[in-house]
Each structure stands twice: as C-alpha cells, then as structure tokens.
C-alpha cells in the first residue's frame, strides 16, 4: 500500500511547486533586487493610472515566472485593484492568444461572448473587439505573457503598441 508521507515541515511543498503555475515558493532566493524593481514600478504605474509595457526576460529556467507571480500576489495583498490575465503563447496564434485573453477577461467581468461568432471573426474584428472589452474593463488590466519568443515579433509588437 502506497501512503503520502506524515510531514510537519511548513515549508515542504510537495508536488505543488510542480504543477500549480501560479505557484509562490516560501522563500526566493538571490532575486529580491528584482523583485523589488518590478514591485515598484508597477505599484507606481496603478497609483498614477499609468500604462506601460513590461518585457521581463531571461533563459528558462530561472525564476522569472516565479518573480512575477511573487510581484502580482504582493500586489493584491495591497488591495490593489486589478485584474491579471496570464496566456501561454506557446503554439498559439494570434487569433488563439486573443480569444484566450477575450475568454479570462470575460469570465472575471460576467461578460457573455457569442463564440460562434468570435471563432469566425477575422483578425482585425477580434482585435477590435478585445479593445473595446479592455476599455470596458473597471480596473486595471495586468496582462502576462509566457513563452512570448514563441510569436512572432510583429505579434508581440501589436501588443506593445496597444499598451
């Protein structure tokens, strides 16, 4: 018989840390210069309704989602209001990456999407659409992109440019 081990350690995470992507560590090591960079710049940019573009990278591997999940929890705890969207652009497209974000604005604002008709929209009525959704929004938008090197920079681009 296979039984889960008796632990009383607080900090043992178990499998946790493996499988929940929003997953925080008790204890990041060597990143708090980082992590308070990042910290006070967006806490700046909600306080003076300030939009901005955020290019946070590096090789895989070494914490960046980790620091950003830190960063957006620290955020919330301050009762910031904001409503923050993460989207895998791993073997996405365009059309796919903005039907994601116009799904997960959708399910936090109760906002009922026809998608029949969203899924045979063109590009630019999709593109259309998700700005007049985000300006509908009531709080400030967080959007994190993960895997962004898998899209191609004009992509990437119409996304900064929209910020």
């Known amino acids: ?3 889960t081990p ?3 350690n607080s900090s043992y995470v178990g499998p946790r840390a493996l499988f929940d992507a929003h997953y925080v560590p008790p204890k990041i090591l060597y990143r708090n210069r980082e992590e308070k960079s990042l910290f006070s ?3 700046d940019s909600f306080s003076d ?3 901005l573009s955020i290019l946070y990278q590096g090789i895989q591997g070494i914490g960046k989602q980790v620091i950003i999940n830190k960063v957006i929890r620290d955020l919330s705890n301050l009762n910031t209001e904001f409503l923050n969207i993460q989207v895998d652009c791993r073997e996405k497209n365009l059309e796919e990456i903005i039907i994601s974000l ?3 604005i959708g399910q936090n604002q109760n906002t009922n999407f026809n998608f029949k008709s969203i899924i045979n929209s063109n590009i630019s009525n999709l593109w259309n659409l998700f700005k007049l ?3 509908k929004v009531d709080h400030n938008l967080v959007f994190i992109f ?3 090197e898998h899209l191609e920079p004009e992509i990437f681009k119409k996304f900064l440019q929209y910020a």
């Open 49 to 51: 309704d300030f939009s």
């Open 1 to 3: 018989m296979i039984s």
């Open 41 to 43: 710049i967006l806490k």
């Open 6 to 8: 008796k632990v009383n």
């Open 146 to 148: 993960n895997n962004i």
């Open 102 to 104: 116009l799904t997960k």
């Open 133 to 135: 959704t985000c300006r």
